[in-house]
């Protein structure tokens, strides 16, 4: 391959894996949109943000709800806000163009250079949602029916979609996409990933940080597994305390920034 295929190599706050390295500089060369997925809590959302900031690029989010419309990301005509200003002798309402309101989608195709998208937690809309991506995601354009201009986008943005694996997928929508599951860090790049948040933490405390986050990891019933996300706090918790595990017998201290339930603290109790 050559030189120019690999792009991204991570950043100073974010270790990513080969295999992620290599899924980015893949979506990136082919021009499709990328498909992580995940546990949540191992970086599937920074990582676009992190992508972005790499390659320099404009970072345009879409936070996916359960009522999120595909058509809500290209764009939103205002009626209500028209019908208002129509009320004022002073208004003119003539211009519809100035009642529509790009979304997300919108903006990126609309955009004068190449940004990066993150769709976020594209699994929580309606399972019609994805399928209705996809001509736009394939075109690369859109219509805005209410004034008959066509968005054309000048440049592919870089389109990074997340999922928690809650529904599955359209087949279709899948073929499109270059999908990368990230697997939950091993030992070794747990380590690496916490130096990056606390430089400054000695090997000693780490080691005995790991070994309890990974044994709670291992406990069988556990219905919610600590996350990377959450080490990172309860290591920046004990550190604002002055805890020094090594002296502590017994409980774990702030247990209830890695664990999130009462049948999970049950467990250890």
């Known amino acids: 391959m050559s030189e120019d295929f690999y792009r991204f190599s991570g950043t100073t706050t974010y270790i990513a894996s080969q295999e992620l390295q290599q899924s980015v500089n893949v979506a990136l060369a082919l021009e499709k949109p990328l498909l992580v997925r995940g546990e949540p809590g191992t970086g599937k959302t920074v990582l676009a943000e992190n992508v972005a900031a790499a390659l320099n690029l404009e970072l345009i989010p879409w936070h996916v709800k359960s009522t999120t419309k595909a058509k809500d990301g290209l764009y939103i005509y205002d009626t209500v806000a028209r019908l208002q200003d129509s009320r004022f002798a002073d208004s003119d309402v003539k211009d519809i163009a100035a009642y529509i ?18 769709i976020d937690e ?20 859109f219509f805005i029916d209410e004034t008959g201009e066509e968005i054309v986008a000048k440049e592919r943005p870089l389109v990074i ?21 990230i697997d939950f860090p091993d030992g070794e790049l747990m380590r690496k990933i916490v130096r990056v948040h606390h430089p400054d933490i000695s090997d000693k405390v780490l080691e005995q940080c790991l070994n309890v986050f990974f044994k709670l990891r291992d406990l069988p019933r556990i219905r919610k597994r600590p996350s990377t996300s959450e080490l990172i706090d309860w290591i920046c918790a004990l550190q604002k305390a002055g805890v020094d595990l090594g002296k502590v017998s017994g409980t774990i201290p702030f247990l209830g920034t890695l664990l999130k339930n009462e049948q999970d603290l049950q467990l250890i109790h």
């Open 161 to 181: 979609i997340t999922s928690n694996n809650e529904k599955e997928l359209p087949d279709a929508f899948l073929r499109r996409c270059i999908f990368h599951y």
């Open 122 to 141: 594209v699994d929580k809309a309606d399972i019609e949602f994805p399928n209705d991506l996809l001509t736009e995601l394939d075109a690369m354009k």
């Open 101 to 118: 309101k790009l979304g997300p989608l919108g903006k990126a195709l609309a955009a004068p250079k190449r940004v990066a998208l993150l």
